[in-house]
T-cell receptor, first 113, second 112 residues
Framework: GENVEQHPSTLSVQEGDSAVIKCTYSDSASNYFPWYKQELGKRPQLIIDIRSNVGEKKDQRIAVTLNKTAKHFSLHITETQPEDSAVYFCAASLPGTASKLTFGTGTRLQVTL | DTAVSQTPKYLVTQMGNDKSIKCEQNLGHDTMYWYKQDSKKFLKIMFSYNNKELIINETVPNRFSPKSPDKAHLNLHINSLELGDSAVYFC???????????FGDGTRLSIL
């Protein structure tokens, strides 16, 4: 089955700096890679996703890059703000009727003033 | 207008009891999921239904039994609850295929 590794487990940045979270996956057949943000006590919320036919996708301060050859993908947050503080999860999904997401272990991002 | 709603939000019960969690989505999605998030925040899929048909059934004790009466509802029944079942259980829904999944607010299950 699919295995997703995520680094770092914790990340502390100053407000205004950039944050980068990296994930690797094991199954080259995986074709869908979402990123979720989970605030304390809340549900995971999709913030951006990318499919295997695209190398990069951007949405305002958030961008995701995918390297299919190396089987890794990364989340980039620019101009971080205190409200970006949360746990971020990457995930990978194999093709199928349902999106069987395998999640990374999460990165706790702390944005300090 | 909650898109994916779960009840109850909190469930505190004793070991050995049987309990159910209900989930409903009003997004018109065909696929629904149950996830378990443990104390270390690790999210793992348990089950998925597409149009009332079970299509993902991970290695989960058979004390856990999902039921989908229609494509807008997915319930989870747990028999003979154990201490290790304490976790947050999330329901999610999506369109068919590799589509974004929308999560409910979770049910925090605590076993005494």
């Amino acid at each position: 089955g699919e295995n997703v590794e995520q680094h770092p487990s914790t990340l502390s940045v100053q407000e205004g700096d950039s944050a980068v979270i990296k994930c690797t996956y094991s199954d080259s057949a995986s074709n869908y890679f979402p990123w979720y943000k989970q605030e304390l006590g809340k549900r995971p919320q999709l913030i951006i996703d990318i499919r295997s036919n695209v190398g990069e996708k951007k949405d305002q301060r958030i961008a995701v890059t995918l390297n299919k050859t190396a089987k890794h993908f990364s989340l980039h947050i620019t101009e971080t703000q205190p409200e970006d503080s949360a746990v971020y999860f990457c995930a990978a999904s194999l093709p199928g009727t349902a999106s069987k997401l395998t999640f990374g272990t999460g990165t706790r991002l702390q944005v300090t003033l | 207008d909650t898109a994916v709603s779960q009840t109850p939000k909190y469930l505190v019960t004793q070991m050995g009891n049987d309990k159910s969690i209900k989930c409903e989505q009003n997004l018109g999605h065909d696929t629904m999921y149950w996830y378990k998030q443990d104390s270390k925040k690790f999210l793992k899929i348990m089950f998925s239904y597409n149009n009332k048909e079970l299509i993902i059934n991970e290695t989960v004790p058979n004390r856990f039994s999902p039921k989908s009466p229609d494509k807008a509802h997915l319930n989870l029944h747990i028999n003979s609850l154990e201490l290790g079942d304490s976790a947050v259980y999330f329901c999610a829904s999506s369109g068919t295929g590799d589509q974004p999944q929308h999560f409910g607010d979770g049910t925090r299950l605590s076993i005494l």
